[in-house]
Each structure stands twice: as C-alpha cells, then as structure tokens.
C-alpha cells in the first residue's frame, strides 16, 4: 500500500477500527503530539551516549505507540486493542522516576534553563512537547473522549520523568544552570 | 429533552457513541439514538456530543 491515498485532502481523517473525523479534531491534534514526541524523543536517542538512556528512550518510543492507539481509538474499538496503558506500565515509569530522582539534589530539579549538553536539550524539548501532548489528551478527558484515563497518568509521568532524564544528562556533562 | 441525528448528514464517525453510548448508537454507519426523550444524567453528555459531532449532525430540543 502506497503512503499517498489522498483519502485525506479534504482536511479528514480515519481512525483506528474506523470511523472518519476531521483532522483538527481533538483526538488527532493528541495523536500528532504524540507523534511529534516520539520523533524528538528518537533525535535524544540518536544523541545520546549512554546505552542505559538509550534503551530507556526506545521503550518509551515503543510505549507512545501504545498511548496514540489509546487516543485515536472508539469506545468500541477499544475491546480490541491488544495492548493498553495499565498500572504495570505506569509503575515501570515511576521506577524509572524514583531511580533517578533518588541521585539527584533537591538544587538540581528546580527552575531550571535548557542547555546543559545537546542531550539535555533535546529532552527538555522532549518534556516540552509530552506536556502539550497531556494537554491535547486534557482536553480529550474533559470532553469525554478519553476511556482510559491511565493515558492522562503516564503522560504526567513520562514527562516528570523526562524532566529529571535532562537533569540527569546535564549533570553527567557540566553540571545544571539554575534558571533565575 | 429531545435528540435528533440528520441521517443524511450523519457520516457514521461513532463520536457521539464515543461520547454518551447511553443515549447514540452507530449502526449501519449511521447513529441513532436509542434513548429519547434523553435520561436526565445523560443531558449534559449529549449537548458535549453536539458539540463534538464534526458534521453538525446532531440537534437537541429542549
């Protein structure tokens, strides 16, 4: 199958397990987030030196699949999702959170300004980009097209946990630089 | 409170279903309501898939 269907010119789109909605619906504006995420999260992977960070960002990249399939699908077709955002992929985020906030100084997760190494950067973009991605799915909730709500719990997560990964990464090169 | 879908406008989407399944029903690729007049828990449900439908499909009296 070609990429180019032109079933989309007319500003429409399909959803998973069908069904047509516009392309600035809700549900898409989430999926493009997500999509937007997973692309930055791959340039962090594609700079990053560390093979621990490396594997960590593939699976989080391997997940994001997972939450825009939770997003863009219908409340029927939600039966059929053979994989969900549950409470053991939640706590795999937070084991990641407690590891690497316990290395941390309570100085080293406050206001803080991006640019410590190219790494760091990129996942402070990174964490940009998931909490508009949380945003999109807030909005999705408050109009009652979420069916999970786990979804909204591990965005806050991942970008908590993101967050403290650009900690993390400034200290392992330069040291943090405190915001104002 | 009374709903109607516009059949003929109707595209089958399922956001309505999505929304409020207690009240709209896709079926044939066209949703129905199948809760008329609409239970008062559900009202508000159904003005946000009014609000939601992306073809104005979707009409309420009051």
Redesign the interface.
């Known amino acids: 199958m070609g990429i180019t269907t032109k079933r989309g010119d007319g500003g429409w789109t399909d959803r998973l397990f069908g069904g047509r909605v516009r392309k600035d619906d809700p549900r898409i504006e989430a999926c493009g987030a997500l999509d937007e995420l997973n692309a930055f999260l791959g340039l962090a992977r594609a700079s990053a030196r560390g093979r621990t960070l490396k594997r960590l960002l593939l699976q989080i990249q391997r997940d994001l699949f997972i939450v825009g399939s939770e997003v863009v699908v219908s409340r029927r077709g939600a039966a059929k999702l053979e994989y969900r955002v549950d409470h053991e992929r939640l706590r795999r985020i937070e084991e990641h959170l407690s590891a690497i906030e316990s290395r941390l100084r309570q100085t080293e997760c406050c206001f803080i300004i991006p640019g410590g190494s190219p790494t760091s950067a990129l996942l402070d973009v990174c964490r940009c980009v998931a909490r508009r991605a949380e945003r999109r799915v807030a909005t999705m909730h408050r109009r009652r097209m979420l069916f999970n709500p786990l979804v909204l719990a591990y965005l806050n997560r991942l970008s908590d946990l993101l967050f403290l990964l650009a900690r993390s990464e400034e200290k392992r090169h330069m040291g943090f630089v405190a915001g104002p | 409170m009374k709903v109607i879908v516009d059949a003929d406008t109707c ?5 309505c ?5 207690e009240v709209f029903e ?1 079926k044939d690729d066209v949703a129905v309501v199948k809760a008329n007049p609409v239970p008062a828990q559900h009202e508000q ?1 159904c003005r ?1 898939a009014r ?2 439908c ?1 073809v104005d499909a979707i009409s309420i009296e009051e």
């Open positions: 595209t089958g989407c399922g956001t279903e999505d929304i409020c399944p896709v449900a946000d609000e939601a992306p």
